[in-house]
């Protein structure tokens, strides 16, 4: 099945230097920086960033600061909405082979995007250049966001760097130790809420509609900007490799901010004639079982998600109940012919393992990908011909707990090189 992709486009009533946003649902388009929104006023359906000349692949180039460094997510500044962001720098994250699993797993490539390589650690920089790039626009100085954990380290950072003050929203003993640790140290006012995730979501946009802080959730279309570069390098390496565009890119599912992000990419190349048809990857998304309200839809053949109010995953990146992003994402996994599914928490520490035994340390809810890759190859949904691309979304060191369960144990031994050498020879 090839992707068959909805690029009509409303003409917009009012654009800034040729960005606008309009509305996924009626179509209203709004000047994207005169005025606050998250939503659409007319319907609250969710708004896109949307530009009058899309770049092709000759208009990317090192753009940029000299800090930004050529590869990275200012280095695709034509497809965003400026030049340059509050960088660290992000993005030009490795895409790294490994054999191993290639083999075991059964198709014809495997790479894994490591988004854990990111400054602070995961794939949420990406969003927080633009974002606070942003926030410096619109003239705002309070930041905010609910957060599993990465997205708050991602803001605390990139708000330190922008000299603004921030504040994140986290579900009570819910947040592993790597991530707490980076929002505290990076400056952020840290309220735990006596809740989960979507409790926390559902607060900050309360925050964010009384004007009491700029939203940086994934609901705020700049951030999927800057996680459409994801998407951008993937293409753009798998290409300079391989001769050819990846078949499918199978990536973890919280929110489905990036799989809304990369369905957003693949439109915007298409239009710009940067690939045909045939070149756009299938969307797979994948979720823990215990939280997986997108897999429910996708198989349920609904268009809309319904909100699971108690989700529990040691994913707990991706332990999220009301995915925000669902009505721009499902129409990508659709559309491209790609698929969604659960998989247990088990079989993620499985590939958290393989993963690692190749070097490659990330953190449960990244390992979701390969886990996901390997129960569709099993039940054949992906075939043994695929060129496959698995997104690991998240450093090893964020959820040192879950890192430790997975390992093995340190064994104590005498201070004394003979009872060492006793020990080893046991
Ligand atoms: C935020 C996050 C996710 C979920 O991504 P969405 O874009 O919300 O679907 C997955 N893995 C990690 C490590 C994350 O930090
Ligand atoms: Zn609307």
Redesign the pocket.
């Known amino acids: 099945m090839s992707a068959h992709l909805d690029l009509d486009e409303p003409e917009p009533a009012v654009a800034d230097d040729g960005v606008w946003l309009t509305c996924i649902e009626c179509g209203e388009t709004f000047a994207p920086f005169a005025e606050i929104r998250y939503t659409c006023d007319d319907c609250d359906g969710l708004l896109e960033v949307r530009y009058a000349d899309l770049p092709t692949w000759d208009d990317f180039g090192a753009g940029g600061s000299p800090e930004s460094g050529p590869y990275g997510v200012w280095r695709y500044s034509a497809g965003l909405p400026f030049e340059e962001g509050v960088s660290l720098p992000e993005g030009g994250t490795p895409l790294h082979y490994v054999p191993r699993i290639e083999e075991e797993v059964g198709v014809n490539n495997l790479r894994i995007k490591h988004e854990g390589m990111n400054p602070t650690g ?3 920089d990406r969003g927080m250049t633009v974002g606070v790039r942003v926030a410096k626009e619109v003239g705002v100085d309070r930041l905010a966001c609910a957060s ?4 708050s380290a991602a803001l605390a950072a990139y708000g330190a760097r922008g000299g603004m003050e921030t504040l994140v929203l986290l579900p009570a003993g819910k947040v592993a130790a790597g991530k707490v640790a980076q929002a505290s140290l990076h400056g952020a006012r840290i309220l735990e809420v006596d809740g989960n995730f979507d409790s926390c979501l559902d607060i900050v946009q309360d925050l964010a509609a009384r004007g009491e802080a700029y939203l940086l959730n ?1 609901l705020n279309p700049f951030r999927l900007e800057g ?1 459409k570069t994801i998407g951008l390098e993937i293409m753009e390496r798998f290409h300079a490799d391989e001769g050819t565009y990846p078949d499918r890119i199978v ?11 990369l369905y957003k990419c693949f439109r915007e190349l298409r239009k710009a004639g940067a690939i045909d048809e045939g070149d756009v990857p299938k969307l797979t998304g994948v979720q823990a079982e215990g939280s997986a309200p997108m897999v429910e839809a996708v198989e349920e053949g609904n268009d809309e998600v319904r909100r699971w109010e108690d989700v529990e995953t040691r ?1 707990t ?2 332990r ?1 109940g009301n ?1 925000v ?1 669902a009505p721009k994402a499902l129409p990508g996994i659709r559309e491209t012919g790609g698929t969604a599914v659960a998989v247990s928490d088990e079989a993620i520490t499985d590939a958290q393992r393989s993963l690692a035994q190749e070097g490659v340390g990330v ?1 449960p ?2 390992a979701a990908s390969l886990a996901g890759l390997r129960k569709l190859r099993e039940s054949g949904e992906i075939g043994a011909d695929e060129d496959v691309v698995c997104l690991t ?2 450093h090893l060191l ?1 959820d040192p707990d879950a890192a430790y369960e997975a390992g093995g144990d340190p064994e104590p031994v005498p201070n004394d090189t003979e009872a060492v050498l006793d020990h080893l020879g046991e």
């Not at 599993?148 to 997205?151: R, V």
């Open positions: 995961s794939f949420k599993t954990g990465n997205t994934s996680q990536l973890p599912v919280g929110n489905a901010g990036n799989t809304a992000a994913a990146a991706i999220i995915p992003n953190e809810a990244s979304t998240g964020k």
